[in-house]
Every structure is written in C-alpha cells, then in structure tokens.
C-alpha cells in the first residue's frame, strides 16, 4: 500500500522558519519524482516545488524562489521542504505528492501569523 506522511506544519511568525517531512512507504522511492503541493483556503491547490529521483531538476512556484528549497534524501524515502522567511500568503495546507500515480499525503497545515 503506497503511504505519503506529512509533519512538520505549524505555526509561525512572518519572517520564520519550517521544515516540512514527507516519508513514502509502499513503493520504490528512489525511482520516482516528488512535489510538495499546497492549498490555501478558498484557492485551488498549487504546485510549490518538484524534484526529480537523483534530487536535481528542481523547480519552484515564482513565490517561493529564493525562500523555499526542496530536497530528498532517498536512504530514508524522505522528501522535504526548507521554508525559510515565510510570509502570511505562505498559509495553506502542504500536501506531499507522487505524480506518475498521483498518490497524495494527508497534508500538514503551515500557518503564518503575527
């Protein structure tokens, strides 16, 4: 059974930092590209960041470059996302996402607030 995990959410002022977790179990992780996805209440879900299985070919949302980096570390089927400097229109539930079958996380909620 493939298993996306999220942790790492919470919440944080402006200017904070997070570290979001996305641990898959089910399937050959090292084969398979990854993307962190999130959506914000009353907004349809965007991709934030994608990398592919060596961890290169790194892409990101035009808001988040230069704030966020995606990573993996394939000993441990982990996916992250460093979010550093997060702003209030950073809120939104992060969701962990495997694209070749379209297999989601829970997702883990990230609010920025003062």
């Known amino acids: 059974q493939v298993k996306l995990v999220e942790s790492g959410g919470g919440m944080v002022q402006p200017g904070g930092s997070l570290r979001l977790s996305c641990v898959g179990s089910?399937?050959?992780?090292?084969?398979?590209?990854m993307r962190w996805y999130r959506q914000a209440p009353g907004r349809e879900r965007e991709m934030v960041a994608h990398?592919?299985?060596?961890?290169?070919?790194?892409n990101y949302l035009d808001s988040v470059k230069g704030r966020f980096t995606i990573s993996r570390d394939n000993a441990k089927n982990t996916v992250y996302l460093q979010m550093n400097d997060l702003k209030i229109e950073d809120t939104a539930v992060y969701y962990c996402?495997?694209?070749?079958?379209?297999?989601w996380g829970q997702g883990t909620q990230v609010t920025v607030s003062s």
């Open positions: 089910g399937f050959n992780f090292n084969i398979f590209v």
């Open positions: 990398i592919d299985s060596y961890g290169g070919s790194l």
């Open positions: 996402m495997r694209p070749a079958y379209a297999n």
